[in-house]
């Protein structure tokens, strides 16, 4: 089972809840920080770093000796990565999402690959939490792939935790697709309802299982209840704007360690996300 | 020689535009007959990245003798120092006052790019 918990809004509790999902297991759980530009989840655990290994995208290398400056890899790459006109190509490393369309284009066999580095993925383990997370290189603009390696560190025979950036672009894309289900954390305000909006779209067309965790219960209005229970969006927790829970988050520390009273609410949390992957099958005819 | 010349309207009148990879538009002026063509840089605009060198490629591809824009940024620059083509900076507020600026040789010619990637 992999649990993202994803948002349309930052700031809504993403990292609140499924670093406090995680600690609230009984047994061995993994926790995925796909919030590469910033991953935030380490901060709220006491682990020892015990794995790391550096993420590259392969980027076109030209041979001049070999290249007849014919221009075909540029007339493919639709980023603007590599370009020619007449002379042997220019080359745009920061711009290449690492297809390798220009190396299969070249008639010439004379362009070639090599690594460039966008960041790293690092493991951390904290008791029973297993921490990966990805750490973008400064500089570096494209998200997706050292996403896509973050996913490909996570076992398939475990629970799995998914921290998603914010918001409905590219990087949130690629750390959800292909989840089991997804737990979109919001707050009970006109702006977190508009974002929430969009983030039910983009679930809706991965065709992704979902529903609604509202944070901060009290500080706005109902009308994020409201456009659940019109959509038939089921709420899987209620979070409520309990001034200790944000203090504890501000000292680092978390909930469910800090103020029990709330774990078991972040129990029931996994258990109705696990409904939500596997519906009770309908009975089969005799 | 036809020069190019970002502009944010039609014609000779228009105000020119001092972005070169996310200009309005180019506006390709033949310095022989006084003739004006326009082309869009509707590409440009929308690019998440890498505006300056496609509109640098636009450029080189329509094969104009030099070109007169506010500012260049690096990407665009190189692009269009591989392909041959001179880059002149100015603030004239229109094309028509570019033109007899580049016509007078009054504009710089400028030699390095001016402004960072992503100036707005």
């Known amino acids: ?286 | 020689m036809i020069i190019a010349l970002t502009a944010s309207g039609d014609g000779l009148d228009a105000r020119m535009d001092s972005r070169f990879g996310r200009a309005r538009r180019f506006l390709l002026y033949n310095l022989d007959d006084g003739t004006v063509r326009t082309v869009d840089n509707d590409e440009g605009q929308r690019a998440a990245q890498g505006a300056g060198i496609q509109a640098a490629e636009t450029i080189a591809r329509l094969g104009v003798g030099g070109l007169v824009t506010g500012h260049c940024g690096p990407n665009a620059f190189r692009v269009l120092r591989a392909a041959g083509i001179p880059v002149f900076s100015t603030t004239a507020a229109t094309v028509s006052e570019a033109i007899d600026a580049y016509r007078a040789g009054t504009l710089t010619r400028i030699d390095a790019p001016d402004v960072d990637g992503h100036w707005t």
């Open chain 1, 1 to 286: 089972m992999m649990l993202g918990v994803a948002s349309g809004k930052g700031g809504t509790g993403k990292t609140t809840v499924a670093v406090n999902l995680a600690r609230a297991f009984g047994s061995g759980v993994w926790l995925a920080d796909c919030d590469v530009e910033e991953p935030n989840a380490h901060l709220f655990l006491r682990g020892t770093t015990i794995g790391s290994r550096t993420v590259s995208l392969p980027v076109p290398q030209v041979e001049a000796g070999l290249c007849d400056a014919c221009g075909a890899c540029a007339r493919l790459c639709q980023y603007h990565a590599i370009v020619s006109f007449g002379t042997p190509p220019l080359l745009f490393p920061e711009l290449c999402h690492g297809c390798g369309g220009c190396v299969r284009v070249c008639p010439r066999g004379a362009i070639a690959e090599v690594d460039r580095r966008i960041g790293v993925v690092e493991t951390q383990r904290d008791g029973h939490i297993t921490l990966v997370q990805g750490r973008l290189d400064v500089g570096v603009a494209l998200v997706p792939p050292l996403v896509r390696a973050v996913k490909a560190s996570l076992p398939r025979d475990m629970p799995v935790i998914v921290d998603a950036p914010p918001g409905t672009s590219c990087p949130v894309i690629a750390t959800i697709r292909g989840l089991d289900a997804l737990a979109l954390v919001t707050e009970p305000t006109p702006f977190g309802l508009h974002d929430l909006s969009l983030a039910v779209d983009m679930v809706r067309q991965l065709n992704i299982p979902f529903g609604v965790v509202v944070n901060r219960v009290g500080v706005g209005d109902d009308r994020v209840h409201g456009f659940c229970r019109r959509e038939g969006i089921p709420i899987l927790l209620d979070i409520p704007d309990d001034r200790r829970i944000a203090e504890v988050c501000s000292r680092g520390r978390l909930v469910v360690d800090e103020l029990p009273e709330y774990r078991p609410a972040f129990a029931r949390l996994w258990a109705g996300a696990c409904a939500l992957a596997a519906p009770v099958p309908a009975l089969a005819p005799l």
